[in-house]
């Protein structure tokens, strides 16, 4: 087999592509995710704005190692970039998305260099590893250098007519209205409520349940946003609903309003659900319900909320997180330097991470959680009322008070320690990252 690649036609060429090259692409495809997690960090650092959030982490680290598998396929074929060249799924998408979502091109196109840059970096350390001496690995370095410079050539002439096409569409499209539209709802900005129902398709003047429905992960040939829109249907049925209002947010996550023309009882959305057959890997949070164009906004809002919980928390797949059953920690660990300052005072070696006292503390928790009753306590935690009460006293001595002094603000950290003790990653969007989309009903 030889190359077909004009760069690589010389005897010289030619030996060290079937000797070196061949088997290090073999190499770049195995370790693809490897490099396509660091290649992620390289360019983490360098477009912070971009990627501040997991998700828009996880649908770069998805497009780059798409990528990689693909130079690594044109190399491993001898084949010349200008013609093998093409856009894997993961990396269509995501040159879409910033068309809808207004990314400048000049951003995409330099997150795609940072990655190839990233990548070459990898690449010379693989291609040591099967060159027999210096002069062969020069040479190597030199035509795979000048081979993926080709292909990221090609690759990005792709993007930049798949981003223009997909900006052109969008730009012409009613979901770039409709976007606008929710734009300024979320915003505060005045609107009128009837011109508002006839742009969203939605009738914005009934009670409002926003959800959001996020994914971690980036799977190749996976419809995100229809596995994502099932588990809001899911959560919007059992709301009394079959028309809820969809806004992809990203290629992992959608934001949802679900419109109620009364008021929704607790207990419904205390017992919503979803099938994970249909959703595997998702999670959702939802606000309280709320009334108009304002409620709109807050119900988002404190999804919004609960999602940053539910995410700092590690809540699982398949998971149903209510702002309402989250609020105080919200509230709480808003400033989160100051929730870890404040749990660090309150419970001093109480907090320790131990086995033993962990134990006490969850000891603790409880009997606050039971008015102070050391039977409903041992009830709740299948153990003898003594043992509660031989905790409580462990308790006491390692807080050096009583639990009488300071109660509320010791109820409040003990519900706060799991979650100080965690680092916060960023969710998905916040009202601000709302500018356009795709934003329909999901029928």
Known sequence: MEPAWAGAQGDDQRRVWAAVLRPAAADLAERAADIAAAANTYTGERLPDLLASPQALEVNRASTEASIRDFAEVLSAGADPAEAARLGSPTLAYAQDGAQHGLALTTLMRSYRLGHAATAQHMTAILSAHARDTDELNLAAELCSAWMFAYVDAALCLVEEVYTAERDRWQRSAAANQAETITTILAGKPIDAEVASRRLRYEVGRVHVAAIAWLDVHEEGRNTQ????????????????????????????????????????????????????????????????????????????????????????????????????ISLRAIATADIGQARAFVRRELGRLGASDETTRRLAATVKTYLDENCSRGRTAKRLHIHENTVAYRIRQAEEVLGRSLDRRNLELRVALTLSDLAAQTSPTPAATTDDISSGSLRPVT
């Not at 409620?295 to 609960?306: D, I, K, V, Y």
């Open 226 to 325: 229809s596995v994502l829109e099932s588990a809001i249907r899911d959560i919007a049925a059992a709301i009394g609903t079959q028309k809820p209002l969809v806004y992809p947010l990203g290629i992992l996550s959608v934001a949802a309003w679900i419109g109620s023309h009364s008021d929704v009882p607790s207990k419904v959305l205390d017992e919503l659900r979803f099938r994970t057959a249909t959703a595997p890997g998702v999670r959702v949070v939802v606000g309280e319900p709320a009334r108009g164009l304002a409620g709109m906004r807050t119900s988002h809002s404190e999804a919004l909320e609960a999602q940053r919980i539910a995410i700092l928390a590690g809540e699982p797949a398949g998971s149903v997180t209510r702002y309402h059953s």
